[in-house]
């Protein structure tokens, strides 16, 4: 079974302050991504790697950055937090990119719900 | 622009049939998906489609007409466990997946 895990199920945080969410697969993923996800809205893509060291801006990539060092951690960070960045966000990652569409089945980490105030 | 659009809620009655329709708009197709989730929980993948036709899983299955740019997700014998979210989500040519908002399923007794 693959396994995506974070670093916490719930944060809150005070405005200004730099913020670290872990990610972690357990299944040598080459895919890994970060949504955010706010009612009405779905889920939005901040942003993704396809490899180590790789990263590649979502639709939303404005406030925060990534890390990738290691295949299987992909860490988001919150330079600066702010009030309007109280979300759930959700940590995903698929086997790989090619031909065979079926790879890019995403698996999903049990999410971690920010308050920034 | 690409776009996903689902019904926002719907309610059905434990042991009835519900049709979860989902209309797609991407640049180029590589295929549906349907992810349930639970209220405070991550999506859980349900099903894939990439060719025009039915997929049934269980109770499950998931259709898809490309031409029509229309997806659904039929769901049987309902039982309360089905409350959930399901959210639809269009992969486009670069394999990125276009999420809609997802439908809330309230099963009555």
């Known amino acids: 079974d693959v396994k995506v895990t974070q670093s916490s199920r719930y944060l809150v945080k005070r405005t200004g302050e730099k913020v670290f969410l872990e990610c972690v697969q357990d299944?040598?993923?080459?895919?890994m991504f970060w949504y955010r996800q706010d009612p009405g809205l779905g889920l939005r893509l901040i942003y993704f790697?396809?490899?180590?060291?790789?990263?590649e801006k979502g639709d939303i990539p404005e406030g925060y950055s990534v890390s990738r060092e290691k295949k299987e951690r992909f860490s988001l960070i919150l330079e600066s937090a702010s009030t309007n960045q109280t979300s759930m966000y959700l940590c995903?990652?698929?086997?790989?990119?090619?031909?065979?569409?079926?790879?890019?089945?995403?698996?999903f980490g049990p999410g971690t719900r920010l308050l920034v105030l | 622009g690409q776009n996903i659009d689902q019904p926002t809620e719907m309610t059905a009655t434990e042991g009835a049939i519900v049709q979860i329709n989902c209309t797609y708009q991407?640049?180029?197709?590589?295929?549906l998906f349907w992810y349930q989730q639970h209220a405070g929980e991550a999506p859980t993948f349900l099903s894939y489609?990439?060719l025009d036709g039915l997929e049934e899983k269980g109770r499950f299955s998931s259709f898809l007409s490309r031409s029509k740019g229309y997806s659904y997700l039929l769901l049987k014998e309902l039982q309360m466990k089905d409350s959930a979210s399901y959210l639809c989500?269009?992969?486009?040519?670069?394999?990125?997946?276009?999420w809609g908002a997802g439908t809330k399923l309230i099963i009555k007794p």
């Open positions: 995903a990652s698929s086997p790989g990119q090619g031909a065979e569409v079926n790879l890019e089945t995403q698996y």
């Open positions: 299944m040598d993923h080459e895919n």
């Open positions: 790697s396809y490899d180590v060291k790789m990263k």
């Open positions: 991407t640049s180029g197709f590589n295929g």
């Open positions: 489609n990439v």
């Open positions: 989500a269009g992969m486009d040519s670069n394999y990125q997946l276009i």
